[in-house]
């Protein structure tokens, strides 16, 4: 009798790890590409710094997975940051190209120092040209800046909205993070919904990249029965100091 239990448990122990590892191999690993619009523009100086550790810390975070998820480890995550601003014309930079997480190099100033004016359309419309390129599944666009256009030579309001329309088509996330900046007008008129857009403190930024990197993460492991669609909710708008920044400028 003894034997015959012994024999039981050890073939639903069997049985466990089967299905376990069934369900891994029916899992295919999930890619998820970040592409980061980051404004070098003169008016960013006072808060570059930050701005460029927040940057980093997402980076560093999207890299990470939680335990506590099934399938979350199987996430490939890889980070594109681009910076402009406009002196002549639109200035586009990649500084850093699909880098895995566990090969990012910090950005630093050396590489890109703030300048120029504000070509905010021009430069959506080569961020999604980027993307585009690429041709992820999953893609998270994340707009930084502190400022309205006022430089863009190629593109309008109407086309930079079709180029971010076309994006979400595809399933892709874009989101406008306003940097001690809280008029959402540009983002309003290109269609980015108030849900996606949220105003930040400078001193939160860090916070708020890290808190976008987890939920960029949820929205790359999602399956298309269960999305999960990157949004700011009351508690993200705490932690970036929202009202502060509102306050700040008069609003």
Same mark, same amino acid.
């Given at each position: 009798?003894?034997? *015959?239990? *012994?024999? $039981?448990?050890?073939?639903?122990?069997?049985?466990?790890?089967?299905?376990n590892?069934q369900?891994?191999?029916?899992?295919?690993?999930?890619?998820?590409?970040?592409?980061?619009? *980051?404004?070098?523009?003169?008016?960013?100086?006072?808060?570059?710094?930050?701005?460029?550790?927040?940057?980093?810390?997402?980076?560093?975070?999207?890299?990470?997975?939680?335990?506590?998820?099934?399938?979350?480890?199987?996430?490939?995550?890889?980070v594109?940051?681009?910076?402009?601003? $406009?002196?002549?014309?639109?200035?586009?930079?990649?500084?850093?190209?699909?880098?895995?997480?566990?090969?990012?190099?910090?950005v630093?100033?050396?590489?890109?120092?703030?300048?120029?004016?504000?070509?905010?359309?021009d430069a959506?419309?080569?961020i999604?040209?980027?993307?585009?390129?690429?041709?992820?599944?999953?893609?998270?666009?994340?707009?930084?800046?502190?400022?309205?256009?006022?430089?863009?030579?190629?593109?309008?309001?109407?086309?930079a909205?079709?180029a971010?329309?076309?994006?979400?088509?595809?399933?892709?996330?874009?989101?406008?993070?306003g940097?001690?900046?809280?008029?959402?007008?540009?983002?309003?008129g290109?269609?980015?919904?108030?849900?996606?857009?949220?105003?930040?403190?400078?001193?939160a930024?860090?916070?708020?990249?890290?808190r976008?990197?987890k939920?960029?993460?949820?929205?790359?492991?999602?399956e298309?029965?269960?999305? $999960?669609?990157?949004?700011?909710?009351?508690?993200d708008?705490?932690?970036?100091?929202?009202?502060?920044?509102?306050?700040?400028q008069?609003?």
């Open positions: 009798m003894r034997k *015959l239990l *012994l024999a $039981a448990m050890a073939l639903t122990v069997s049985l466990s790890v089967a299905s590892v369900a891994q191999i029916g899992h295919k690993p999930a890619d998820l590409n970040t592409y980061i619009l *980051l404004d070098r523009t003169g008016s960013m100086s006072s808060m570059w710094a930050e701005a460029l550790s927040s940057v980093n810390a997402y980076a560093e975070n999207v890299g990470k997975s939680d335990p506590s998820k099934p399938f979350d480890r199987h996430l490939n995550t890889r594109t940051l681009a910076v402009f601003d $406009a002196q002549d014309g639109l200035q586009f930079n990649v500084l850093r190209d699909k880098v895995a997480p566990l090969n990012w190099q910090d630093t100033n050396a590489e890109a120092s703030p300048r120029g004016m504000t070509p905010l359309y959506i419309g080569q999604i040209a980027t993307a585009s390129k690429d041709n992820p599944k999953k893609a998270v666009i994340v707009i930084m800046t502190d400022g309205q256009e006022n430089a863009s030579r190629e593109m309008t309001q109407k086309t909205k079709a971010l329309d076309a994006a979400k088509k595809r399933g892709w996330e874009v989101v406008f993070l940097a001690d900046f809280s008029n959402f007008s540009d983002a309003n290109v269609g980015i919904e108030r849900t996606k857009s949220m105003a930040v403190d400078k001193s930024l860090g916070e708020t990249m890290q976008l990197a939920k960029s993460r949820d929205y790359g492991v999602a298309p029965a269960a999305p $999960a669609p990157v949004t700011f909710d009351a508690e708008r705490a932690a970036a100091k929202e009202e502060a920044v509102k306050q700040k008069g609003q």
